[in-house]
């Protein structure tokens, strides 16, 4: 079981910035480093996406097309928090923002939690 909670959402001016944050608590047998984090977001009335990932190590990042250059995505094991630093914001980055935890097993089945997300809106 991971529980996630983001954080830092709210209302900027287009070009504008916003860092979203999500808080880790891991209480099975695996560590926070055991698992790659992602931040999907989601729109009125549009599915949801992936925004960024990062790997369990920080060793690796990726970002949606159209949100590279930037946004960027990190992660403080030590702490288990992952960051999502937005900059240069535009209004069809008004989303609902949420925080994912991924884990594959043994048998390559995927294991997914989510927070609740944090909304994040840009306006003028």
């Known amino acids: 079981q991971v529980q996630l909670v983001e954080a830092g959402g709210g209302l900027v001016q287009p070009g504008g910035s916003l860092r979203l944050s999500c808080s880790a608590t891991?209480?099975?047998?695996?560590?926070?480093?055991?698992?790659?984090m992602n931040w999907y977001r989601q729109g009125p009335g549009k599915e949801r996406e992936l925004v960024a990932s990062i790997t369990a190590s920080g060793g690796s990042t990726n970002y949606a097309d159209s949100v590279k250059g930037r946004f960027t995505i990190s992660r403080d094991n030590a702490k288990n928090t992952v960051n999502l630093q937005m900059n240069s914001l535009r209004t069809e980055d008004s989303a609902v923002y949420y925080c994912?935890?991924?884990?594959?097993?043994?048998?390559?089945?995927?294991?997914?939690?989510w927070g609740q997300g944090t909304q994040v809106t840009v306006s003028s």
């Open positions: 891991v209480i099975n047998g695996y560590t926070f480093r055991d698992y790659a």
């Open positions: 994912n935890a991924q884990r594959t097993t043994r048998a390559l089945i995927l294991i997914n939690y």
